[in-house]
């Protein structure tokens, strides 16, 4: 299981319009919009897709200047030692 959230930044009158395609990326969701510009987004892996094409998906978004990797969890190495 990966998590992980992005700050994104663009002008402040796209939010709507950035909303929908960032809630369209698979495993996305928009956690915080602070209304100035930035926007927090949580990212989750599933099974038929990885979280790094999902920051790429995010990032290609047109109306988004920038995409900052802000926080990342993995339990990968702790469910390989399980086993």
Do not use: C
């Amino acid at each position: 299981m990966k998590i992980v959230s992005l700050v994104l930044k663009f002008l402040p009158n796209h939010a709507e319009a950035i909303k929908p395609l960032v809630a369209a990326v698979p495993g996305a969701s928009v956690a915080v919009d602070s209304g100035d510009g930035r926007m927090i987004v949580v990212l989750e892996d599933g099974p038929d897709y990885a979280v790094s094409d999902s920051i790429l998906q995010i990032h290609q978004i047109p109306q988004v200047m920038s995409t900052t990797l802000s926080y990342e969890y993995s339990d990968e190495v702790q469910a390989l030692e399980e086993n």
